[in-house]
């Protein structure tokens, strides 16, 4: 079974400055998807970033950006010029569908980023 | 306005008390699914539907039952609810498995 693990359960990050978020997954297949979705406290799930395997080019969106490193298994999440609006918890999330009718589509527990004024 | 709309957003019921959670897409996705969020813990899939008529298990299925008769609607039916099913529950919906999930609002469930 695939996991994702979120080794950071708490993180605190200042204004402006800039932070990274670790996730890393357990994973024996070569084609998948991943995601960092945002959970503000208004309990909405916001996709923050999506990144395919198949892909070596790191995905980015205005200030939000991975490190995907296909062999060690790592997606981390860099927010750059952390604004208060960042503060959340923030889930990683791996997915991968077979055209057999199985998938497998797994969260991480989810980090919760504290943005200090 | 394409949006996952869940219903109730809040529900306090009690142990044994038959109850439904609805789940309405309106993207024409193929793709939709139930999650339960506890502390600690993430989210945590209950079950999946790939189409019409086609539902399957995720992680945590015991107590849970689903339906997809319609594309658009996926309800949620906790048939005998019990405590340990007070949790925050998410319905998710998606054209494919490997596009960005729409999530609805979130339904908090409490079970006395």
């Known amino acids: 079974a695939q996991t994702v693990t979120q080794s950071q359960p708490e993180m605190s990050v200042q204004e402006a400055e800039t932070v990274t978020l670790s996730c890393t997954y357990d994973t024996s297949e070569s084609d998948y998807y991943l995601f960092w979705y945002k959970q503000p406290p208004s309990r909405q799930m916001i996709l923050v970033i999506r990144q395919e395997a198949y892909k070596q080019q790191n995905a980015t969106e205005n200030r939000f950006s991975v490190n995907f490193q296909k062999a060690a298994k790592s997606f981390s999440l860099k927010i750059s010029d952390s604004q208060l609006g960042d503060a959340a918890m923030y889930f990683c999330a791996y997915s991968k569908y077979s055209g057999a009718g199985s998938y497998q589509l797994t969260f991480g527990k989810g980090t919760k980023l504290s943005v200090i004024p | 306005e394409a949006q996952v709309t869940q219903n109730p957003r809040y529900l306090i019921t009690v142990t044994g008390k038959k109850l439904t959670v609805t789940c309405s897409q309106n993207m024409n996705h193929e793709y939709m699914s139930w999650y339960r969020q506890d502390p600690g813990l993430g989210l945590r899939q209950i079950y999946y539907s790939m189409n019409v008529e086609v539902t399957d298990k995720g992680d945590v299925p015991e107590g849970y039952k689903v339906s997809r008769k319609e594309k658009r609607n996926f309800p949620l039916i906790l048939e005998s609810p019990s405590p340990n099913q007070t949790s925050l529950y998410f319905c998710?919906?998606?054209?494919?498995?490997?596009?960005?999930?729409?999530f609805g609002d979130g339904t908090r469930l409490s079970i006395l």
């Open positions: 998710a919906s998606s054209y494919r498995l490997n596009q960005p999930q729409h």
